[in-house]
T-cell receptor
Framework: ETGVTQTPRHLVMGMTNKKSLKCEQH?????MYWYKQSAKKPLELMFV???????ENNSVPSRFSPECPNSSHLFLHLHTLQPEDSALYLC??????????????FGDGTRLSIL | GQQVMQIPQYQHVQEGEDFTTYCNSS?????IQWYKQRPGGHPVFLIQ?????EVKKQKRLTFQFGEAKKNSSLHITATQTTDVGTYFC????????FGAGTRLTVKP
């Protein structure tokens, strides 16, 4: 039990489908992150939310749409994905420290396969 | 933007041999973190270094933060098969950036 729960664990979808990934943290943290992990880029930061506000978007294509309704929940809405989007999507959470980064706690990830 | 470089990308050792991975930044870091990801698992936080020249130990693992706070290393003494996985460093100020990781394999 990591304190960060991701669902689903595995997802197979076609390029025209719309699906959402969910992340929930039970650690009382106020920052949440989405990462993409693939063979080409081992740990690629996608989005950062601090206190429910998006503070970073690392040039992620618009077919990925994040949503953070509160500090405990984070979603990644997917639509019209491409085969190269197949990867492990990891969610993480941490406390926010304006002076330095705090340790991040990761979920088990969602293994996404695009047909 | 800020980048954290990590070498080597891969390391294969015989069980009992030592292992070291290095992390370098062109800018001064307020702190450095190390994570381990086992095959099929997720990154797990190991340790955080904050002070210039800091050295911390966890059993067979030794972590160092450079005097200039621009580099760090993780050294494992006498590797075991349980050490296999990818070791990531993450450095930054209020925005942490992960290195590409070093994948360690250990031959029994």
């Amino acid at each position: 039990e990591t304190g960060v729960t991701q669902t689903p664990r595995h997802l197979v979808m076609g390029m025209t489908n719309k699906k959402s990934l969910k992340c929930e943290q039970h650690l009382g943290h106020n920052a949440m992150y989405w990462y993409k992990q693939s063979a080409k880029k081992p740990l690629e930061l996608m989005f950062v939310y601090n206190f429910k506000e998006q503070t970073e978007n690392n040039s992620v294509p618009s077919r990925f749409s994040p949503e953070c309704p509160n500090s405990s929940h984070l979603f990644l809405h997917l639509h019209t994905l491409q085969p190269e989007d197949s990867a492990l999507y990891l969610c993480a959470s941490s406390q926010v420290d304006r002076a330095r980064g705090e340790p991040q706690h990761f979920g088990d990830g969602t293994r996404l396969s695009i047909l | 933007g800020q980048q954290v470089m990590q070498i080597p990308q891969y390391q294969h050792v015989q069980e009992g041999e030592d292992f070291t991975t290095y992390c370098n930044s062109s800018t001064t870091l307020s702190n450095i973190q190390w994570y381990k990801q086992r095959p099929g698992g997720h990154p797990v936080f190991l340790i955080q270094l904050v002070k210039s020249g800091e050295v911390k130990k966890q059993k067979r693992l030794t972590f160092q933060f450079g005097e200039a706070k621009k580099n760090s290393s993780l050294h494992i003494t006498a590797t075991q098969t349980t050490d296999v996985g990818t070791y990531f460093c993450a450095g930054g100020n209020n925005d942490m950036r992960f290195g590409a990781g070093t994948r360690l394999t250990v031959k029994p």
